[in-house]
């Protein structure tokens, strides 16, 4: 890319007005200029306003991203901007701003797979931001009540907690339905024409659909994009809204309750006969209306009680004496208590503090998605598992039978019982759960060096719902 356009190491031959990929686009801005009178411009000055570029460079660096394909990072935008940032609004002002292709990387899913990424550069990133920051106060009033996903002040808790709420209302069965590769199979013409709907200043329209076009640069070769909103881009999500907002309303219309969390749908019904209906007239609007695709193998109607068959960005429900409780759904607990036997593991652990903030930072994460869910007893199981993990990591650490026999002693233990431990032959799993070890390594000791003492957390967080 030249300096004019978004830094260094960029792909010059893309800022050549002759570029015959982007002919047509760059005809329909000098169109669109030519009819500027008809346009409403405030929205574009809006976005290319001093203070909203500055903003939105602000929350790129908070995100801490990865450098885009001309290796740009974060800390070297700031200087860049500062010189050129004039430069670059006058020239997306005339049309003449190209955006740099994506650079994809794929991520392994859990489940197998992989998810696919496209990162923009920092620069791309910071402009994409400045138009989400202004599109989003026109769209959120237009965005129906059951979404939650990328949405200022809604998070994934509320979303489970109003399917909760319509359980208890008697819909009790749920279509879940699973669009296979939704960020990367967005119809680019659809999407423009219900930009247009509610952005009436057509240049906006031309360089988010600029940004659309730009391409993904996989192994140093860049392919078109025909259609999709690259994952990764500050813009996608607020456009993957946009998209599926004609879902959620033309369901709100019928007046079936629809729960969304970006592709993450759920359609709730009070029999599965009414349940069957709905996941064939779902699936065929959202093919034939949308052109998206739905996973016919994954998408399925079922009881919103059936804990293992019903899961929810991570949640299941389960009734109990006519009252509904969230839960953590089964695979969700495995996921997490793997995790964190992994950070207690014998080998890895080579320094305890270290390893007790590592605990610390993921298990808070994980609390503040989960708490909401009702599981008190099964929290107090792994947080007892866990001091247990960290005594058996402490014990293996004081190696020699002198250095466990005077630390015990040091820690209060009686000659007798430190002498007996320390010459224990058990394994360091058995031996570290010893009363005379359990009580040198305490739950208050291992406290006040920085465990993070899950039941607790757990009691603060969940308080609040």
Not at 305 to 326: D, E, H, P, Q, T
Request: positive net charge.
């Amino acid at each position: 890319m030249t300096a004019e356009n978004a830094g260094k190491g960029g792909c010059p031959q893309r800022d050549s007005a002759e570029h015959e990929g982007y002919a047509e686009a760059r005809r329909s801005f000098n169109l669109i200029w030519k009819e500027r009178d008809s346009a409403q411009p405030e929205l574009l000055e809006r976005i290319l306003n001093k203070d909203n570029l500055n903003r939105a460079f602000k929350r790129v660096k908070a995100n801490k991203g990865a450098p885009g394909i001309d290796g740009m990072t974060v800390e070297e935008a700031l200087p860049y901007l500062r010189e050129h940032q004039q430069e670059l609004i006058d020239r997306i002002y005339r049309g003449k701003y190209t955006p740099s292709p994506v650079r994809r990387v794929e991520i392994p899913k859990p489940a197998g797979g992989v998810r696919k990424l496209g990162i923009p550069t920092v620069i791309d990133r910071t402009i994409q931001q400045a138009i989400a920051q202004q599109l989003t106060p026109i769209y959120e009033p237009l965005f129906a009540d059951g979404s939650y996903g990328y949405r200022p002040g809604r998070c994934a808790k509320n979303a489970i907690q109003r399917v909760k709420e319509y359980a208890e209302q008697g819909y009790t069965f749920a279509v879940v339905l699973d669009l296979s590769k939704y960020f990367d199979t967005l119809n680019h013409n659809i999407l423009l024409n219900l930009l247009r709907r509610n952005v009436k200043d057509e240049r906006v329209v031309q360089l988010i659909k600029r940004y659309l076009k730009s391409g993904v640069m996989e192994d140093g070769v860049v392919m078109p994009t025909e259609e999709g909103s690259p994952q990764g881009g500050n813009l996608s999500p607020l456009l993957a809204n946009i998209y599926l907002n004609e879902f959620d309303q033309e369901f709100l219309k019928r007046g079936v309750p629809c729960v969304r969390y970006a592709d993450d749908i759920v359609l709730l019904a009070k029999s599965k006969r009414a349940s069957e209906r709905l996941l064939e007239s779902s699936t065929k609007y959202l093919e034939e209306k949308l052109k998206l695709t739905v996973n016919r193998e994954k998408s399925r109607t079922v009881s919103v009680f059936a804990i293992r068959n019903f899961k929810f960005l991570g949640f299941a429900l389960r009734r109990n004496s006519g009252r509904v409780y969230i839960r953590v759904h089964p695979k969700s607990w495995r996921k997490f208590k793997s995790r964190l036997k992994d950070l207690t593991s014998r080998r890895k652990v080579q320094s305890v503090r270290p390893a007790l903030e590592e605990i610390k930072v993921y298990a808070r994460g994980w609390l503040n998605h989960y708490g909401i869910a009702s599981m008190k007893s099964l929290i107090e199981d792994i947080n007892g598992w866990l001091y247990h993990r960290i005594r058996m990591c402490i014990w293996k650490q004081w190696k020699r039978v002198r250095t466990k026999y005077r630390n015990l002693k040091k820690l209060g233990v009686p000659e007798k019982y430190a002498w007996m431990a320390a010459n224990s032959r058990k394994g360091y799993w058995r031996t570290s759960n010893l009363p005379s070890v359990k009580m040198a390594i305490s739950k208050e000791r291992l406290i006040r060096i920085g465990f993070y003492d899950l039941a607790d957390a757990y009691q603060s967080v969940h308080v609040n719902y």
